[in-house]
C-alpha cells in the first residue's frame, strides 16, 4: 500500500524518518523537508516511489546503481549539508551521554580514494555476480563501476569477476572477496568461498599473476605472493596480513594520525590499544617509545616486522593481549606520557574505565561509532580528564558512518607541600 508522507528528519542509518499516526516511518533516499510517496512494508520501513517536492539540498547521484546497491545510502545529500549531518551525528551523541566538547568542521573524503573494499561473489549457472548487497538483503547487486573506490580497484572488477569466478567455481553461497590497493598491487583476499581444488588453485593463481595481483589468499591460505603488498604507515612499510584490516581511505587515515602525532607529540613514552598493524604506532615512534598492544597474532606480527626493517625509530614494545578481556590496569598505564586506542564499533569500555583510573596526561581516542565513543568519553571525563576537541572525519564517503578523534588531557594533582 502507498503512502504520501513529509520527510522530518534523517535516521541514524542515513534514511528518512516521517512522523505519522502509526509512528515512526523509515523512508530510505529521501531528505528533509521533501514531500514523497512510498510503499509501507509490514513493519517501520517504507518503500520510495516519488519525490513529489524534493529539497533544495537533493542532488543527482553520481553512480548508476545508487538506489539498488546497498553500498552507499546518501549519494543524493547536496556536500555541505551532509557533511555538517554527519557532525550533528557526533554533536548529539556526545550530548546524550553528557559530554560537552567542542566538535570541529567533518574532514571531507573525496570520491575514488577508498583503498580497501569488500565486494560479494555470488555463484550463479550464468557465472559469478560481484558487488554489494542490496540494502538490508542477501541479494548481491552486479556492479560495473563504484565511485568510491580507488581507480586500481575500480578498473579492475571485471577482472575481480573473473576471478572470483575460478575461486568459487565448486562454492554454494556468497562469499567475499577483500580488496585492497597496496603500493604493491592489489591484495585479494577471498573468505566464505570453501577449499580450493588442486586445479582451480593452480587456474587462480596463474590467473592473479597475469592480472597483476601482488597477493591472492583464499579463508587465510596464501594461493600465491608474486609480490609482498605493502602500505605505508607514515615512511615505514608493512605488509598486513590476508585480508587484514587497514583504514579504508589512505587521506583518512593520514588526517587521524596527523591529529594523533600532533596531541602526543611531547610524549616521550606512550601506548597503543588496539594497535592493528601499526598506523599509529610506528608514526609515533618516530619520537617516542611506543608500547602497541593488539589481539589479532598476524597484525601485530606485521607491526613488528615493519618496525624492525625500518630502522631509525624509536624502540616498540608489542603485546598480544585481548583488551576486552583483560584491559591494561591503571597500574600498568604509570608512567605513560600519553596513549592513543582505536577500537572495533564496539568502543572501549573497561579499557577506558582503567584510563579514566590513571595519571596519563594525554589520551587520544579514535572511534567509528558516534554512540560507543560518546560512552567512553564519559567514562574519562568522569575520571578527570578534559575534552580538547572532537574532530569528525568522513572515512566511509556517502554512508552513514563516521570516524572521529578525540583528543583528551589531564592535569596532574598538586600534592601539598610540606612545612
Known amino acids: 500500500m502507498s503512502a504520501r508522507f513529509a520527510i522530518a528528519r534523517l535516521g541514524a542509518q542515513g534514511d528518512g524518518v516521517a512522523d505519522t499516526e502509526r509512528g515512526q516511518v523509515y523512508v530510505p533516499f529521501t531528505l528533509p523537508g521533501e514531500v514523497v510517496t512510498a510503499a509501507l512494508g509490514g513493519d517501520d520501513r517504507a518503500e520510495l516511489i ?102 586500481a580497484i575500480g578498473q579492475s572488477l571485471d577482472a575481480l569477476r573473473r576471478l572470483a569466478g575460478l575461486i568459487g567455481a565448486a562454492a554454494r553461497q556468497t562469499f567475499a572477496l577483500t580488496v585492497t590497493r597496496t603500493d604493491s598491487g592489489l591484495d585479494v583476499a577471498a573468505t566464505g568461498s570453501g577449499p580450493l581444488a588442486p586445479a582451480a588453485r593452480r587456474a587462480a593463481a596463474d590467473f592473479a599473476i597475469s592480472a597483476g595481483l601482488a597477493r591472492l589468499a583464499v579463508d587465510g591460505d596464501v594461493v600465491v605472493e608474486p609480490r609482498k603488498p605493502q602500505i605505508l604507515f607514515g615512511r615505514v612499510p608493512v605488509a598486513p596480513p590476508p585480508g587484514g584490516f587497514v583504514q579504508a581511505v589512505a587521506a583518512a587515515e593520514d588526517a587521524m594520525a596527523a591529529l594523533v602525532v600532533g596531541h602526543l607529540a611531547k610524549a616521550r613514552r606512550v601506548a597503543d590499544l588496539f594497535a592493528g598493524a601499526g598506523a599509529f604506532a610506528l608514526r609515533l615512534a618516530a619520537t617516542a617509545e611506543v608500547r602497541a598492544v593488539e589481539a589479532d597474532a598476524a597484525s601485530l606480527a606485521a607491526l613488528d616486522q615493519g618496525y624492525r626493517r625500518a630502522g631509525g625509530l624509536r624502540p616498540i614494545a608489542v603485546e598480544r593481549r585481548d583488551l576486552f578481556r583483560r584491559p591494561l590496569t591503571a597500574k600498568e598505564l604509570a608512567g605513560l606520557d600519553g596513549l592513543v586506542f582505536d577500537p572495533p564499533r564496539a568502543g572501549a569500555e573497561e579499557q577506558s574505565r582503567q584510563i579514566a583510573r590513571s595519571d596519563v596526561p594525554l589520551v587520544a581516542a579514535v572511534s567509528c561509532n558516534p554512540v560507543t565513543l560518546a560512552r567512553d568519553l564519559a567514562l574519562l571525563t568522569g575520571g578527570g580528564y578534559r575534552v580538547i576537541r572532537v574532530v569528525p572525519v568522513d572515512q566511509f564517503l556517502w554512508s552513514a558512518h563516521v570516524e572521529a578523534v578525540a583528543l583528551l588531557e589531564k592535569k596532574p594533582l598538586r600534592r601539598a607541600s610540606r612545612r
Not at 69 to 89: M, P, V
Not at 119 to 130: D, M
Open 50 to 151: 516519488a519525490v513529489l517536492e524534493p529539497s533544495p539540498q537533493r542532488v543527482v547521484p553520481p553512480c548508476r546503481h545508487f538506489g539498488e546497491c546497498g553500498g552507499c545510502t546518501l549519494q543524493h545529500f547536496e556536500q555541505a549539508a551532509y557533511l555538517a549531518w554527519k557532525r550533528d551525528r557526533l554533536v548529539s551523541a556526545l550530548a546524550r551521554a553528557g559530554v560537552e566538547a567542542p566538535v570541529e568542521a567533518t574532514v571531507p573524503c573525496p570520491p575514488a580514494s577508498r583503498r580497501r573494499v569488500v565486494l560479494a561473489a555470488r555463484p550463479t549457472e550464468r557465472g559469478v555476480v560481484l558487488g554489494y548487497h542490496r540494502a538490508l538483503s542477501h541479494k548481491v547487486i552486479d556492479i560495473i563501476e563504484c565511485p568510491i573506490a580507488e581507480p
